[in-house]
């Protein structure tokens, strides 16, 4: 798992209401990521991070949003969820050698 | 935008047989490239990768291939054990060293005959 780990696991929550997934690591990686895996799309960006405090849109951010206030946790949060906001989200880091995932958290929203 | 694409959606080989999957890429200006393994449940796990000044890279019982030229990728397992069931990715970036995110094809799934 590349020291990568992934809170919670899963998550049902009910539309409109806010939902925060948090990735933590353990490896000091400048780079942290969060992708979304949805059937017939595979895995998109939502928003990446460079450092402490420096965050980045994806190609599909609307919607979220990120927050990374130590190297090691980087916090996706969905605003008002939406049924549209039903997926896997998986956190990623990106090293020297090469770009790591975590197990990934199963959101259901309802 | 660019994308990554794989040319099947399945392919099945029997156990012991080399596997070849198969990716094309777009974004010629490209640099890394990665193939992930994903099993049910799981999140992708790094397998290899290349980049863009290395045609061919091995590690163990797999190799990946890249064509700069045709921009093709492709990734060889040796002797396919059942093990290797899974649904493979490839992903490239034009900034290997950077804060740039991957994009990732759809994704093939290997099925392995006994």
């Known amino acids: 798992d590349a020291g990568i780990t992934q809170s919670p696991r899963h998550k049902v929550t009910e539309t409109g209401t806010p939902v925060t997934l948090r990735c933590h690591q353990t490896?000091?990686?400048?780079?942290m990521y969060w992708y979304r895996q949805d059937p017939g799309h595979g895995l998109r960006l939502i928003h990446y991070s460079y450092g402490v405090k420096d965050t980045d849109k994806g190609e599909v951010s609307d919607g979220y949003s990120v927050s990374r206030s130590k190297t090691e946790d980087f916090l996706l949060t969905l605003e008002s969820a939406t049924s549209s906001q039903t997926s896997v989200y998986f956190c990623?880091?990106?090293?020297?050698?090469?770009?790591?995932f975590g197990q990934g958290t199963r959101l259901t929203v309802v | 935008g660019e994308s990554v694409g794989l040319h099947l959606p399945t392919l099945s080989v029997q156990e012991g047989d080399n596997s070849i999957i198969n990716c094309a890429y777009s974004n010629s200006a490209s640099d890394y490239f990665i193939w992930y393994k994903q099993e049910s449940g799981k999140g992708p796990q790094f397998i290899i990768d290349?980049?863009?000044?290395?045609d061919k890279r091995q590690g163990q019982r797999v190799t990946v291939l890249l064509n700069k030229t045709v921009k093709h990728l492709s990734l060889q397992i040796a002797a396919t054990q059942p093990g290797d069931s899974a649904v493979y990715f490839c992903a490239e970036s034009f900034s290997g060293g950077g804060a740039d995110g991957l994009t990732f094809g759809k994704g093939t799934h290997l099925i392995i005959q006994p």
């Open positions: 990623a880091i990106k090293g020297t050698l090469g770009a790591f």
């Open positions: 290349i980049r863009s000044n290395m």
């Open positions: 490896e000091n990686h400048r780079y």
